[in-house]
């Protein structure tokens, strides 16, 4: 073996083995265990194997070194569990990781857990969502570069936590959901899983820490290097988002995967014909969507600000870029919906045309439109279900208290939970937080002249006795 390592695009040194680095490996409790050491590293690293699949290494060294203990060959559907009781570095970079290679075609691959410094990076493909955790892949092609069959040239495919993981706790590496990801998005792996793979500890440039994990065997998923499905999030068909699927009853903001932004009622509108479209985050009616079971599988979506209605694809159409809106309902088949989960969230399938709710061009715009379109691999097509209720407690919302229409353009209307006994003050804050406009509230039901405000997102506060209310608006 002329190389093992895990080799990052901002990394500046090379982890190869050649003649006059150190390379030593083994079995250990029926684990396979590396050390590799650079040519010309000063200082020391001292690793050693602990009981089972646990191993520790401390170092302070000039120089680049990976070690870990793992399996003598890797495969495409391997459940990893680990628990990193300890990982601390000052200076240099590194990673924790798992690792390893395919060939036909070579492949350098690595699930980044944690690191030191400067968050792993390359060229970005794609984000996926496994383990309980999120992640961005990235691909980098290394051209005539040391690898396991000597001088090639290769893609290395790897992918990253967005925060690190914790430390002291038992987690999994779903590793079928990681090869799904790859390969659906280009990223494609080798068919032979014959080379080791290892939970890796690496560092390099001038660097001191320590690190001591135990990693076992937790299974296998149903995932192949060619596919499929898999628990835990997959691009092919995954378990829920950490948000949760609807259930029968409950109120939910739809969160668009790619944008972050919310499904909304075009100005809060109540009429048959009013527009989905996507917006921020506002926490009002116009934004929150109940869920109702009406079986086989399917699902009515109804905006609270007029329950009455549904989403609805205009016309029944079965075409790529028919229009979402609301409607009355009356149960038909462009009104039912079927909550499928993919990749950690969820796709929205009509039934009577089988398309997905998409956003138009994925787009990450405010106002950016709803539309259906043959369903694909995209983000703008997947959704996460986080309950509403929650949003309002956050926020410190009450029954009664309503801020419309929102969007505003010229009058803004702040109904209060009762009549007040002494004056309501109120106050609205631009998202510098500037005060722009105070007042005082006389009545339960008022109205406010806001068509000298500049367009943007604003924050209203009502004090009403020993009572306080937030909500945000957007002025058009």
């Given at each position: 073996?002329?190389?093992?390592?895990?080799?990052?695009?901002?990394?500046?040194?090379?982890?190869t083995?050649?003649?006059?680095?150190?390379?030593?490996?083994?079995?250990?409790?029926?684990?396979?265990?590396?050390?590799?050491?650079?040519?010309?590293?000063?200082?020391?690293?001292?690793?050693?194997?602990?009981?089972?699949?646990?191993?520790?290494?401390?170092?302070?060294?000039?120089?680049?070194?990976?070690?870990?203990?793992?399996?003598?060959?890797g495969?495409?559907?391997?459940?990893?569990?680990?628990n990193?009781g300890?990982?601390?570095?000052s200076?240099?970079g590194?990673?924790?990781?798992?690792y390893?290679w395919?060939?036909?075609?070579?492949?350098?691959?690595?699930?980044?857990?944690?690191?030191?410094a400067?968050?792993?990076?390359?060229?970005?493909?794609?984000?996926?969502?496994?383990d309980g955790?999120?992640?961005?892949?990235?691909?980098?092609?290394?051209?005539?570069?040391?690898s396991?069959?000597?001088?090639?040239?290769?893609?290395?495919?790897?992918?990253t936590r967005?925060?690190?993981?914790?430390t002291?706790?038992?987690?999994?590496?779903?590793?079928g959901?990681?090869?799904?990801?790859?390969?659906?998005h280009?990223?494609?792996?080798?068919?032979?899983?014959?080379?080791a793979?290892i939970?890796?500890?690496?560092?390099?440039g001038?660097?001191?820490?320590?690190?001591?994990?135990?990693?076992?065997?937790?299974?296998?998923?149903?995932?192949s290097?060619?596919?499929?499905?898999?628990?835990?999030g997959?691009?092919?068909?995954g378990?829920?988002?950490?948000s949760?699927?609807?259930?029968?009853?409950?109120?939910?903001?739809?969160?668009?995967?790619?944008?972050?932004?919310?499904?909304?009622?075009?100005?809060?509108e109540?009429?048959?014909?009013?527009?989905?479209?996507?917006?921020?985050?506002?926490n009002?009616?116009?934004?929150?969507?109940?869920?109702?079971?009406?079986?086989?599988?399917?699902?009515?979506?109804?905006?609270?600000?007029?329950?009455?209605?549904?989403?609805?694809?205009?016309?029944w159409?079965t075409?790529?870029?028919?229009?979402i809106?609301i409607w009355?309902?009356?149960?038909?088949?462009?009104?039912?919906?079927?909550?499928?989960?993919?990749?950690?969230?969820y796709?929205?399938?009509?039934?009577?045309?089988?398309?997905?709710?998409?956003?138009?061009?994925?787009?990450t715009?405010?106002g950016?439109?709803?539309?259906?379109?043959?369903?694909?691999?995209?983000q703008?097509?997947?959704?996460?279900?986080?309950?509403?209720?929650s949003?309002?407690?956050?926020?410190?919302?009450a029954?009664?208290?309503?801020v419309?229409?929102?969007?505003?353009?010229?009058?803004?209307?702040?109904?209060?939970?009762?009549?007040?006994?002494?004056?309501?003050?109120?106050?609205?804050?631009?998202?510098?937080?500037?005060?722009?406009?105070?007042?005082?509230?006389?009545?339960?039901n008022n109205?406010?002249?806001?068509?000298?405000?500049?367009?943007?997102?604003?924050?209203?506060?009502?004090?009403?006795g020993?009572?306080?209310?937030?909500s945000?608006?957007?002025?058009?």
């Amino acid at each position: 073996m002329k190389k093992i390592t895990l080799l990052f695009v901002c990394v500046a040194f090379l982890a190869t083995f050649n003649a006059m680095s150190t390379y030593e490996s083994g079995t250990n409790n029926g684990y396979f265990w590396s050390l590799w050491k650079s040519d010309g590293m000063t200082g020391y690293v001292t690793y050693t194997n602990g009981d089972g699949g646990n191993y520790s290494v401390s170092w302070d060294c000039n120089g680049n070194f990976t070690c870990g203990k793992g399996w003598s060959s890797g495969s495409s559907t391997r459940i990893v569990g680990y628990n990193c009781g300890s990982y601390s570095q000052s200076g240099g970079g590194g990673s924790f990781a798992y690792y390893g290679w395919t060939r036909n075609p070579l492949i350098e691959y690595y699930v980044n857990e944690m690191w030191p410094a400067g968050r792993p990076t390359g060229t970005y493909v794609c984000s996926m969502s496994s383990d309980g955790g999120n992640y961005d892949c990235y691909k980098s092609q290394r051209i005539n570069a040391p690898s396991i069959d000597g001088t090639q040239t290769f893609w290395q495919h790897f992918s990253t936590r967005t925060s690190k993981n914790s430390t002291g706790a038992n987690h999994t590496i779903t590793f079928g959901n990681h090869v799904s990801t790859w390969n659906s998005h280009g990223m494609t792996m080798g068919s032979d899983w014959s080379p080791a793979a290892i939970l890796l500890t690496e560092a390099w440039g001038d660097s001191n820490g320590y690190s001591n994990a135990t990693v076992w065997s937790a299974g296998s998923s149903s995932s192949s290097s060619s596919g499929g499905s898999s628990s835990g999030g997959s691009s092919s068909g995954g378990s829920s988002s950490s948000s949760g699927g609807p259930s029968n009853g409950g109120t939910y903001r739809i969160t668009p995967r790619h944008s972050g932004k919310a499904l909304d009622v075009a100005w809060c509108e109540t009429g048959d014909g009013a527009n989905v479209q996507q917006w921020s985050w506002l926490n009002n009616n116009c934004q929150k969507w109940r869920t109702s079971d009406v079986g086989s599988g399917y699902w009515r979506l109804s905006p609270m600000n007029a329950t009455s209605k549904a989403m609805d694809v205009d016309g029944w159409s079965t075409s790529n870029g028919g229009n979402i809106q609301i409607w009355a309902y009356h149960g038909g088949a462009c009104q039912k919906f079927q909550i499928s989960s993919y990749d950690g969230y969820y796709r929205i399938i009509n039934q009577n045309s089988g398309k997905c709710v998409d956003i138009a061009n994925v787009s990450t715009a405010d106002g950016a439109n709803v539309q259906q379109w043959s369903c694909g691999s995209g983000q703008n097509q997947q959704f996460s279900f986080t309950s509403a209720k929650s949003d309002e407690v956050e926020a410190g919302i009450a029954a009664g208290f309503n801020v419309y229409p929102n969007p505003a353009l010229e009058s803004l209307n702040i109904s209060l939970p009762s009549q007040p006994e002494n004056n309501a003050s109120v106050e609205i804050f631009n998202t510098a937080g500037i005060m722009v406009w105070n007042a005082n509230l006389m009545s339960q039901n008022n109205q406010i002249d806001v068509k000298d405000l500049p367009s943007g997102l604003y924050l209203v506060k009502v004090g009403l006795g020993n009572e306080s209310y937030n909500s945000k608006f957007v002025k058009k």
